[in-house]
């Protein structure tokens, strides 16, 4: 029981984390994308990589511990 709570409280942490992350990475872009004195190029050449990285590393996260609940319980 203890092992379930703590996994339900580290799922929604992360899943909380990877929405701020998110959001202030899009933020970030929409500013930048707005602000005539940008080159929106440069952008999409900085975020991207850390992005995919940040999404991929959190989806990776949650799918280990999903995964890792499921054995447990069986």
Same mark, same amino acid.
């Given at each position: 029981?203890?092992?379930?709570?703590? $996994? +339900?409280?580290?799922?929604?942490?992360?899943?909380?984390?990877?929405?701020?992350?998110?959001?202030? @990475?899009?933020?970030?872009m929409?500013?930048? @994308?707005?602000?005539?004195?940008? $080159?929106?190029?440069? +952008?999409f050449?900085? +975020?991207?990589?850390?992005?995919?990285? +940040?999404?991929?590393?959190?989806?990776?996260?949650?799918?280990?511990i999903?995964?890792?609940?499921? $054995?447990?319980?069986?």
């Amino acid at each position: 029981m203890q092992k379930n709570n703590l $996994s +339900i409280w580290v799922t929604m942490t992360v899943t909380i984390t990877l929405c701020i992350v998110v959001i202030g @990475m899009v933020g970030t872009m929409m500013a930048g @994308m707005f602000d005539a004195d940008v $080159s929106n190029d440069k +952008i999409f050449e900085a +975020i991207t990589p850390a992005f995919q990285t +940040i999404i991929g590393g959190f989806i990776g996260l949650i799918t280990g511990i999903k995964l890792g609940q499921d $054995s447990n319980d069986e």
